[in-house]
Antibody, heavy 120, light 107 residues
Framework: EMQLLESGGGLVQPGGSLRLSCAAS????????MSWVRQAPGKGLEWVSS????????YYADSVKGRFTISRDSSKNTLYLQMNSLRAEDTAVYYC?????????????WGQGTMVTVSS | DIQMTQSPSSLSASVGDRVTITCRASQSIRSYLNWYQQRPGKAPKLLIY???RLQGGVPSRFSGSGSGTDFTVTISSLQPEDFATYYC?????????FGGGTKVEIK
């Protein structure tokens, strides 16, 4: 069974940093693009970042460009999101999602999400 | 950036009703349109990809249509487990964008 399990969320002060992890299982991790999607409390879904299967191509929403870094470690079957210079508006549930193949494909598997709260 | 506009933002319906949700893109996205269902407190679930292809395991009462800028998802006979929020998403170009969501509530 294909599964994604996020971790690393929590409470952080504005300007702080946090690294999210997403452990993948049940599929050949390096064959698929992966993404992070977030959802602020009571709001809709917002795409954050994507990375190709090889890790050679990365994409970011303008709202996080220059502050967040997506990466992957195929030896550990793990996706990461390094979040720096966090702002209150980054408060959200962060989901990792597997693409059905490439970056420009649908998200066919989602993790359960991890909550990030940015507050003093 | 491609803007995705869903309508309605919410609707009330009864079990057994036929329900249609619309999604409009601000420019042509060919058939790069996906639909997700999100139940409260849960992660989204892929229902339909490439505008009309049913994801494995999704009941056949769900169907999608459209291309270019106008798309719909239809639930032919609403079931109790279908009460949820539905999102469209374009995968034509980055930034990948979602519609604002349509909440389907019990009448």
């Amino acid at each position: 069974e294909m599964q994604l399990l996020e971790s690393g969320g929590g409470l952080v002060q504005p300007g702080g940093s946090l690294r999210l992890s997403c452990a993948a299982s049940g599929f050949t991790f390096s064959s698929y693009a992966m993404s992070w999607v977030r959802q602020a409390p009571g709001k809709g879904l917002e795409w954050v970042s994507s990375i190709s299967g090889s890790g050679g191509s990365t994409y970011y929403a303008d709202s996080v460009k220059g502050r967040f870094t997506i990466s992957r470690d195929s030896s550990k079957n793990t996706l990461y999101l390094q979040m720096n210079s966090l702002r209150a508006e980054d408060t959200a549930v962060y989901y990792c999602a597997k693409a059905s193949h490439l970056v420009y494909d649908a998200f066919d598997i989602w993790g359960q999400g991890t909550m990030v709260t940015v507050s003093s | 950036d491609i803007q995705m506009t869903q309508s309605p933002s919410s609707l009330s319906a009864s079990v057994g009703d036929r329900v249609t949700i619309t999604c409009r893109a601000s420019q042509s996205i060919r058939s790069y349109l996906n639909w997700y269902q999100q139940r409260p407190g849960k992660a989204p679930k892929l229902l339909i990809y490439d505008a009309s292809r049913l994801q494995g395991g999704v009941p056949s009462r769900f169907s999608g249509s459209g291309s270019g800028t106008d798309f719909t998802v239809t639930i032919s006979s609403l079931q109790p487990e279908d009460f949820a929020t539905y999102y469209c998403q374009q995968s034509y170009s980055t930034p990948l964008t979602f519609g604002g969501g349509t909440k389907v509530e019990i009448k």
